[in-house]
C-alpha cells in the first residue's frame, strides 16, 4: 500500500545555500552570548574566539563547517512524509475553562488529570505535564511533576526544566528509573543562551543525557520582519546551539526548531498566521539541508476557542509543513498563542489527529479491498448497504469519531444541539471520574525510591531557600 508522498519547497537551492552563508558570516562576525565559562573554555579549544569579558562566543565559518560536515558524514534524513503525525504538550501556566470562560492558575491536581487522560488519547504520544503547578514551591514543581509521571504515565513524559537545582532531582529520578532526559537548551532570541539553562546543559551531558534546542525566533521582535532576514537569525541560533551541543557531548541530537511571527497590532507571537506554514516550510528544507529532523511551530491557533479561525489555522499550518516533510507539528492542548492549557483542547486535538492520520494510511489496493465479485453481485442500480463485505471491511474503511459529528439537522436539535465543546468535556468527565485513585504503574519498591529522592529535594529546598 502506497503511502502519501510529495514534498512541497518554498526555497530554492540556491537561497538555501544563500541563508547558510550569511549563518556562518553572522556566527563568525556576531557570534552569540554564552554566559557559562567552562563551555566558552571547551568552545575556544575547537577553535571558537571567546570574549570571557561580554561572554560572546564567534565561531569561525570553517569551524562551524566543520561541525556540520562530521555530523553529515553520521547522519542521514530522508525527506519523506511520516507515516503518522502525533502531538506533544506544552507546559502551560493557566488552565483555561471553556465553560466559565475564565483562565487560572495551574495545580499539581491539573498535572494528575493530565496524566490520566493523555492515557487515553492515542495521538497525543507523551503524558507531559500540562501546567507548571502552582500550589507547589516554583524550586519544587519540577520535581514533584517528574515523579507523578513516573509513578502513573505508562507514556513517556516530562516539563521543562527551569532550575539547576530541580535539574539535580530531575535527573535522579530519571536514573532510577533508568530513563535517559533530553534537556531543552533553548535560545533567548536573538543570539544568547541564559546562564542557569547552559548550567543545566552541563548537568545533563556530565550525567549521560542528552541535550536538544528549540529556538523560536519572532519576525518582526527579535529577528528582522521580513521572513528572510528571520530564517538567518532563526539558522544561527539552531547552529550555535548545534555546536554547544557537539562540544558538551561529541553528538548532535536535534531537530530544526520552529520560528515564528510577531502581531504587530497586538504584540503577542502569533501562532496561526499564513507565516507558520511559510516558515514551517522553509524550515523543513533547512533541516533536510543539515541532515536534522524537523519540528515546526505548525497545528496551532490564535484563535481563544476552538472555532472556525482555530480549525482552519491549526490545518492550514500543520498540513503543508507535513507535506514538506516537517517530522513534527506544535504542542496540542494549547488556548491561543500560549494562553494557557485547555483538557478539552487537548481531546478535540487528539481527534483531529486521528482524523489526519486516518488519511496518512493512503488507500489499500487487493483483490478483497476491490471485492470485484461482490461488484458483480450488487450489479447495476443495487446497493451495498447489507452484503458481507460491508460488515467485514467497513470498521478499516470508516473513520469513526466521538466528537466530530454526522447527523441529520433534526437528530442534531433532538440531541440538544450539542458543540463538540460540550462534546469533548462529557468525554473527560467521564475519562476522569476517580481519577484520584489512580493505581501507580511502578512497583512498590520503585515508588519508594522515588518518594525519597523527592523527600530528599525537600530538605535541601528549606536549607537553601527557607534559612
Known amino acids: 500500500m502506497k503511502h502519501i508522498s510529495g514534498i512541497i519547497e518554498v526555497l530554492s537551492q540556491t537561497e538555501i545555500e544563500f541563508i547558510h552563508n550569511k549563518t556562518l558570516e553572522l556566527l563568525e562576525k556576531v557570534g552569540v552570548k554564552v554566559p557559562n565559562n567552562e563551555i566558552l573554555d571547551i568552545c575556544h579549544g575547537m577553535g571558537c574566539v571567546v570574549d570571557k569579558h561580554t561572554q560572546i562566543l564567534k565561531i569561525p565559518a570553517k569551524v562551524m563547517a566543520d561541525v556540520i560536515s562530521e555530523h553529515k558524514k553520521k547522519n542521514t534524513v530522508k525527506g519523506t512524509i511520516t507515516e503518522k503525525l502525533t502531538g506533544d504538550i506544552s507546559t502551560q501556566v493557566f488552565v483555561v475553562d471553556f465553560e466559565t470562560k475564565k483562565r487560572r492558575y495551574g495545580l499539581m491536581d491539573d498535572v494528575m488529570k493530565g496524566i490520566i487522560l493523555v492515557e487515553k488519547l492515542d495521538f497525543i504520544k507523551a503524558a507531559n505535564s500540562v501546567v507548571i503547578p502552582s500550589d507547589v514551591p516554583a524550586e519544587l514543581s519540577e520535581i514533584e511533576s517528574f515523579k507523578a509521571i513516573f509513578t502513573y504515565s505508562s507514556k513517556p513524559g516530562d516539563t521543562y526544566v527551569l532550575t539547576p537545582f530541580s535539574a539535580k532531582y530531575v535527573l535522579q529520578l530519571s536514573d532510577a528509573m533508568g530513563i535517559q532526559q533530553s534537556y531543552l537548551l533553548d535560545t533567548v532570541s536573538p543570539l544568547s543562551f541564559r546562564e542557569e539553562s547552559l548550567e543545566i546543559a552541563l548537568q545533563y551531558a556530565k550525567k549521560g543525557h542528552r541535550i536538544h534546542t528549540g529556538p523560536m525566533t519572532m519576525a518582526g521582535a527579535t529577528s528582522p520582519v521580513t521572513l528572510a532576514g528571520t530564517l538567518v537569525v532563526e539558522n544561527a541560533e539552531v547552529l550555535a546551539s548545534m555546536f554547544i551541543i557537539y562540544s558538551l557531548t561529541n553528538c548532535i541530537s536535534i531537530c530544526y526548531a520552529p520560528a ?65 516533510g516537517c517530522k513534527e507539528i506544535g504542542c496540542q492542548g494549547i488556548v491561543g498563542a500560549d494562553q494557557g492549557f485547555s483538557f478539552e483542547q487537548l481531546v478535540i486535538d487528539n481527534e483531529w489527529l486521528s482524523y489526519y492520520n486516518y488519511i496518512l494510511r493512503g488507500i ?68 476522569l471520574s476517580g481519577y484520584q485513585y489512580a493505581v501507580p504503574v511502578i512497583t512498590p519498591s520503585k515508588l519508594d525510591e522515588l518518594n525519597q529522592i523527592t523527600e530528599d529535594a525537600k530538605q535541601e529546598y528549606v536549607l537553601i531557600y527557607k534559612s
Open 260 to 324: 515564528h511571527s510577531f502581531d504587530m497590532q497586538t504584540l503577542l507571537c502569533s501562532f496561526g498566521a499564513p507565516n507558520q506554514a511559510l516558515l514551517g516550510i522553509a524550515c523543513a528544507q533547512m533541516a533536510r539541508y543539515y541532515n536534522l529532523e524537523s519540528r515546526t511551530n505548525t497545528g496551532l491557533s490564535d484563535s481563544i476557542l476552538p472555532d472556525f479561525q482555530g480549525g482552519f489555522e491549526k490545518a492550514s499550518t500543520a498540513v503543508i509543513a507535513h507535506l514538506a
Open 364 to 431: 489499500e489496493v487487493n483483490e478483497k479491498t476491490i471485492g470485484l465479485d461482490v461488484i458483480e453481485k450488487v450489479g447495476i442500480g443495487g446497493n451495498y448497504i447489507t452484503e458481507e463485505h460491508t460488515a467485514m471491511n467497513m470498521m478499516d474503511n470508516y473513520w469513526y469519531s466521538n466528537l466530530f459529528k454526522r447527523e441529520a439537522w433534526d437528530q442534531w436539535i433532538n440531541n440538544g444541539q450539542k458543540e463538540i465543546l460540550g462534546t469533548a468535556h462529557e468525554y473527560i468527565k467521564d475519562i
